[in-house]
């Protein structure tokens, strides 16, 4: 049966009204979430997280930008490794979300599902740019972890629910649609001070090409780990993904949007990012826009 969401709950509301993460987390408003938190524990063995705007806040730059700044920091290493290279920020940033399009393009499907997963898409970038692999394969890696870290946050609030979970004696995992295997999703989220030591398993549809937003990747957790979908409760950011999809599956699930204003951000350095690349010339790259 399909599920039809027709209006946020009151503590979505409130998240999506917040004009950022912590006007609303850092707010005695959070005492129903964790009560709603704590009513639906009782009645699973598995806690499930999504990463990325769940368990890794991101702030108001967009992906776009946040490439931007991956490709300036790859130009300044490259520039140490090889003086005579003549790269520019523009191009190795138009190589960046080229290549990531055409490696979830040409990803073989699975059930349907595509996933571009960051070791081909670094392999593209770099020989499109005409680059030997060693070093620059490394030197990219290397410059978007560093970035990546640098803009992530660990959601306290989040690990707290972390905390309460364990301590219920729940497995704990998380769950990503995300183009990072998910060693390297361990990597990030313990360069952000968050402990992977209580985090059972990271599933990230880097590893199994199958999505959360395609619902199959709860059907593979509950199988990996033998649980009954209903004995699951998901908590994550996005509606598709994280909560309508895993309803639909039968687990539990709880939205956690990301706050409206903060997604506005987004929206504009998305689109301003766009304009300084563009100047008078338009330059159409597959990246899609923040969707408020
Ligand atoms: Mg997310």
């Known amino acids: 049966m ?37 009513t639906l524990l009782e009645r699973v063995d598995v806690c499930s997280f999504d990463v ?3 368990v890794l ?20 290493r490259a520039g140490r490794e090889d003086p005579e290279l003549r790269l520019s920020q523009r191009t190795c940033l138009s190589a960046r979300v080229l290549s990531a399009s055409t490696a ?21 970038l770099v020989a499109s740019l005409s680059l030997p692999g060693d070093p620059y394969e490394r030197l990219w ?29 729940k497995t704990v995992i998380f769950i990503s649609d995300m183009y990072l295997p998910g060693e390297d999703i361990a990597r990030l989220v313990e360069a952000c001070g968050i402990g992977t030591g209580k985090v059972a398993r990271i599933f990230s549809s880097a590893d199994t090409v199958v999505s959360k937003r395609s ?10 780990l033998e649980v009954a979908p209903g004995k699951m409760l998901h908590l994550g950011d996005s509606l598709e993904g994280d909560f309508i999809a895993a309803k639909r599956r039968g687990l539990e699930a709880i939205h956690l949007p990301v706050p409206r ?4 951000k987004r929206l504009e350095s998305h689109r301003s990012m766009l304009a300084g690349l563009a100047g008078e ?7 899609g826009a923040p969707v408020l």
Do not use: W
């Open 2 to 38: 399909a599920t039809e969401i027709a209006t946020y709950g009151r503590e979505e509301r409130e998240i999506y009204d917040a004009p950022d993460y912590d006007s609303y987390y850092g707010s005695p408003r959070t005492e129903r979430l964790v009560e709603r938190f704590e």
């Open 52 to 54: 990325f705007d769940t």
């Open 57 to 76: 806040q991101r702030d108001g730059r967009s992906e776009l930008e946040r490439f931007g700044d991956v490709a300036a920091e790859f130009v300044r």
């Open 104 to 124: 979830y393009q040409m990803s073989p499907p699975v059930k349907g599902c595509r996933e571009g997963r960051f070791p081909e898409i670094v392999q593209n």
């Open 141 to 169: 890696r290397e410059a978007e972890f560093e970035i990546e870290a640098a803009q992530l946050r660990g959601a306290p609030f989040i690990e707290n629910l972390i905390d309460l979970a364990v301590a219920r004696g």
């Open 215 to 224: 619902g199959l990747l709860y059907d593979h957790v509950c199988a990996e």
């Open 261 to 264: 204003a903060l997604m506005q």
């Open 281 to 287: 010339d338009p330059l159409p790259l597959p990246i």
